[in-house]
């Protein structure tokens, strides 16, 4: 079985993708790391992310880098949000995912593309959104735990600046499509938000045509 989560910054999507893996026994790729790492290495050899081939230059690294701790700084989210907008740096990530998509046994996926272009084919797709003063408050204390100072006004600014880039690029935009099944965590509790995310698995299983 293949699920797909798809949906915007600090939506919650992550932890549904990690918790619907677990209970379904399924290995799951969190595909932000991918493009976090050519963000990573766009700015460790001082490239321009806002130019594709050197973007490109960077978009080779091996599975160990994906274990950074420096991915998950928000500076490398928002260089991830220009690198990944390259339609090269999409196509070169692609077979890498769609390995992973098709592996016996299935998997579960989440990213801004994975029902639209990695996994069209999957048997669940899920789009996990939230307001953006909710994703904010959540990426704020997430940021704040790991010692940063930043200000919930900029973590707001960054995270609309973000969607507007992900949601109006050209190739592969963050799109709710007809065939996924829309989560609003807004006000649901993590617990509550992956029960939720469960039933709605389990519904399109059950609906799925013979
Ligand atoms: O965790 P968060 O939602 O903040 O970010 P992420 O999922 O790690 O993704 C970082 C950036 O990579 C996003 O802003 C997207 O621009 C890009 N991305 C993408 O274009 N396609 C994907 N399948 C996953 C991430």
């Known amino acids: 079985m293949i699920i797909a989560v798809d949906g915007p910054a600090a939506s919650g999507k992550g932890t549904i993708a990690r918790a619907l893996a677990k209970h379904y026994g399924l290995p799951h790729l969190d595909t932000g790391l991918l493009y976090r790492a050519v963000a990573l290495n766009v700015l460790r050899h001082e490239l321009d992310p806002a130019i594709e081939a050197d973007c490109m230059a960077a978009s080779d690294f091996d599975d160990a880098m994906l274990n950074a701790a420096e991915l998950r700084d928000d500076e490398i989210g928002q260089t991830a949000s220009i690198v990944s907008a390259h339609p090269l740096v999409r196509a070169a990530l692609l077979q890498r995912q769609r390995r992973f998509a098709n592996q016996p046994g299935g998997a579960v996926l989440d990213g801004r593309d994975i029902a639209t272009v990695v996994a069209p084919h999957a048997d669940a797709k899920l789009f996990v959104q939230a307001t953006p003063n ?77």
């Open 134 to 210: 909710v994703r904010a408050k959540r990426r704020h204390n997430e940021l704040r735990a790991q010692g940063s100072g930043v200000s919930l006004d900029k973590v707001l600014a960054d995270i609309r600046v973000r969607d507007q880039r992900d949601t109006h690029r050209a190739a592969a935009p963050l799109t709710l499509t007809n065939d996924a099944a829309l989560l609003d965590t807004s006000f649901l509790s993590i617990d509550s938000a992956i029960q939720r995310a469960i039933a709605l698995v389990e519904q399109r299983i059950a609906n799925a045509p013979a």
